[in-house]
């Protein structure tokens, strides 16, 4: 199993990055696709995630109208596309596999939580910096 996270880096508030995370070596259309995110000093946090099952989708309120996750299923690859960046989405973003994503992003949508027990498989992460 493995997730490959690309397209970090340095974009000035206001910008805009699109982040894919390539999966290979599971059932692609059984999981969920999580996009989390972890700033220095702070705790993991979800950003959002999408079934590649039905392709319903949830994000954080932090994200929501800015940011938008796609999934390519014949590519096996999910996108997170960030619109109007601010400084304080400077981390270290990481896509997570979850089986049963129907289901994990349902209880997204209803508890407006992202549990990291959910999700089994871990990109490597890479890093978006916003400048003021």
């Known amino acids: 199993v493995q997730l490959v996270e690309s397209g970090g880096g340095l974009v000035q508030a206001g910008g805009s990055l699109r982040l894919s995370c390539a999966a290979s070596?599971?059932?692609?259309?059984?999981?969920?696709i999580g996009w989390f995110r972890q700033a220095p000093g702070k705790e993991r946090e979800g950003v959002g995630c999408?079934?590649?099952?039905?392709?319903?989708?949830y994000y954080a309120d932090s994200v929501k109208g800015r940011f938008t996750i796609t999934s390519d299923n014949a590519e096996n690859t999910v996108y997170l596309q960030m619109e109007t960046l601010k400084p304080e989405d400077t981390a270290v973003y990481y896509c997570?596999?979850?089986?049963?994503?129907?289901?994990?992003?349902?209880?997204?949508?209803?508890?407006?939580?992202?549990?990291?027990?959910?999700?089994?498989?871990w990109g490597q992460g890479t890093q978006v910096t916003v400048s003021s």
């Open positions: 997570a596999a979850a089986v049963y994503g129907d289901d994990v992003t349902a209880t997204a949508r209803l508890t407006g939580e992202m549990p990291l027990f959910e999700y089994s498989y």
């Open positions: 070596g599971f059932t692609f259309a059984d999981y969920a």
């Open positions: 999408i079934s590649n099952n039905d392709g319903s989708t």
